[in-house]
């Protein structure tokens, strides 16, 4: 009669495992890493489509309507996302995902009560930032937005009363920039 047989766990010596055991794919160097599937991956990633935009000359705006900011030079625009003659940015083919938005605008003039600056996406208000003081001339807005291939963002700014100067100053005064995160 056969009750059994002895088991023992047996651990392989140091440096006698290597790749041709383990079956793993892909390239193995100095930037990758090997994945619980067996193949090597990159870390990380890259935070592209990515753009900066900017004013190449001062911009007025008028009072009482919301105007688009015509952003109409680029610092860098990784994929030719970013349409400077239709002040827009175009999510890519292959590209939707989450991306976050920054936008700086300033005044020439500090005499107006209100201005509100918006982010549009595809033609409709996504949110906005809004500067109430007269003592103020700088207007920043951020946003995360979840978009699909084609969709466009834009930014757009309102004022109520003294129909002030965007200022340019070379691409440090007012522009909009964005990417896509990693992963999300």
Do not use: M, W
């Amino acid at each position: 009669v056969f009750l059994g047989k002895a088991v023992q766990t047996v651990n392989p010596p140091n440096g006698s495992v290597g790749l041709s055991q383990l079956s793993a794919t892909g390239t193995k160097d100095a930037t990758t890493f090997l994945r619980g599937d067996n193949t090597f991956a990159t870390a990380g990633g890259t935070n592209t489509p990515a753009f900066r935009a900017y004013l190449s000359s001062n911009q007025s705006i008028s009072s009482g309507s919301a105007v688009k900011i015509n952003f109409n030079a680029e610092t860098f625009d990784t994929d030719n996302a970013y349409d400077t003659s239709a002040y827009k940015f175009t999510v890519p083919s292959g590209q939707a995902g989450k991306y976050f938005f920054y936008c700086q605008l300033r005044k020439g003039t500090t005499s107006s009560n209100l201005t509100l600056v918006y982010i549009y996406v595809n033609g409709n208000s996504k949110g906005y930032v809004r500067q109430t003081t007269a003592s103020e001339n700088t207007n920043q807005i951020s946003h995360i937005i979840d978009l699909s291939v084609g969709d466009y963002v834009e930014i757009y700014a309102y004022d109520d009363g003294s129909s002030p100067s965007i200022l340019s100053n070379a691409n440090n005064y007012s522009y909009f920039t964005g990417y896509k995160l990693i992963g999300a």
